[in-house]
């Protein structure tokens, strides 16, 4: 849909005869599209079997199709005949402040569909945060400087939102997957809606801050921008530095040393990006073998809050003072109040899912609202660290990579 989209309106962008604006839409379809299909590759670990045509379809920016066609045939194919080889899995789940041990056999069939699983997560992540998020900040700016908006481009924008909207869900749910992986996880439909209106709001009104800046200080976005993404990519690095440890060796078996780095630097790349519009709901730790800091850290949650909702406050107050007569016909005051009220809504639908609607919630030792309690009276209890750390017993493992 997104792709259909941008193709139409590059046509029009060759109509008109705006060439810049057609290369940068090009630019971020075939960005991302690019990278989903390397991220296939690895995932599928395709490069060390033959299998050309796979190879060959994934050349052409088709490997979504021909992996969605595989996942169908053994969707059907699941369950018809006995499999000789299957394992057994034990998961918690949590009932009625009760937890229930579960075991299920795992085939291989099933095995093969949750790696296609994980693979089009990860892929909705990469095509949201480095093509759909991109692509909706580049075309409400132009939107904004023609003061029209066609409704090719309105589509495109709709989409755009949607897609960068599912991405933030998934990394939702593959953090709690992560972090809580020895628990069946089973999100409520009224926790669905929560993280939907907390990232929408989130991510809209990010996205709105930038532009609106960008079209008075054209020159000043772009080092605010490196700063963000700079920042938050050589951070995980540096505490692996200060850490003293070595790189993973479970990234994939056939990479060497510079193969692990470069896919680690990608990774953090992705991160950093994820960053810079919402918060990723996870936090690398490139010392662990699954990458993740698994604790609940609700200290360091509350610092990117703080700090976006001053950037964004500082941004658009910028703005105020210094717009142009390009929003004489808008009412300014309204809409500063409104961007700002609609980050604060967000963060407020944010302490709202993991107060009550969190599936692990029983499992904190410390929730939001004694967080708030703490930071409100300034005193912390004695023996009671403010972060978590998952249970863990070996089991099926979820990897974020």
């Not at 046509?11 to 630019?27: E, I, M």
């Not at 899995?89 to 569909?113: A, F, I, N």
């Not at 409100?376 to 403010?386: A, V």
């Amino acid at each position: 849909g997104e792709g259909a989209a941008a193709a139409v309106l590059c046509l029009s962008y060759g109509h008109s005869d705006d060439r810049f604006w057609l290369a940068l839409t090009v630019f971020f379809v075939l960005c991302p599209s690019v990278l989903v299909q390397l991220t296939l590759i690895f995932v599928h670990r395709d490069l060390s079997r033959d299998r050309p045509l796979v190879l060959l379809m994934h050349l052409l920016q088709l490997g979504p199709i021909i992996r969605c066609m595989e996942a169908l045939v053994v969707y059907f194919w699941s369950g018809k005949e006995e499999e000789p080889y299957v394992t057994i899995t034990r998961k918690r789940r949590l009932r009625k402040g009760y937890e229930v041990e579960m075991e299920q056999e795992v085939g291989h069939s099933v095995r093969r569909l949750a790696t296609h699983r994980n693979a089009f997560k990860r892929m909705a992540v990469i095509q949201a945060f480095l093509g759909s998020t991109p692509q909706l900040t580049l075309q409400l700016y132009i939107s904004i400087l023609e003061k029209y908006v066609p409704a090719a481009r309105a589509v495109l924008m709709g989409i755009c939102l949607v897609s960068v909207t599912y991405g933030a869900l998934v990394c939702n749910i593959l953090a709690i997957q992560v972090k809580y992986d020895d628990y069946k996880v089973q999100l409520q439909p009224l926790a669905f809606l929560c993280i939907v209106l907390w990232r929408s709001l989130e991510i809209s009104t990010r996205v709105a801050v930038l532009v609106l800046f960008s079209t008075v200080f054209k020159h000043w976005i772009i080092p605010i921008a490196l700063a963000n993404l700079l920042v938050v990519f050589f951070l995980p690095w540096v505490q692996f530095w200060r850490s003293g440890t070595r790189l993973p060796d479970n990234i994939e078996k056939n990479f060497s040393r510079v193969g692990t780095v470069v896919v680690l630097c990608a990774f953090t790349l992705l991160y950093a990006s994820i960053n810079m519009f919402c918060w990723s709901a996870v936090q690398l730790k490139l010392a662990d073998r699954d990458l993740i800091d698994k604790s609940q850290n609700w200290g360091r949650l509350a610092v990117y809050y703080m700090a976006r909702l001053a950037e964004n406050t500082a941004l658009v107050i910028l703005w105020y003072f210094f717009k142009t007569d390009v929003y004489e016909n808008i009412c300014t005051p309204l809409l500063v109040v409104q961007l700002l009220l609609g980050y604060c809504l967000g963060i407020y639908f944010m302490l709202l899912f993991f107060q009550y609607l969190h599936p692990c919630r029983q499992l904190f030792r410390h929730n939001v609202a004694d967080f708030l309690h703490c930071v409100c009276c300034r005193r912390h209890l004695p023996g009671t660290p403010l972060h978590l750390q998952a249970p863990h017993e070996p089991g099926v493992r979820h990897s974020i990579v």
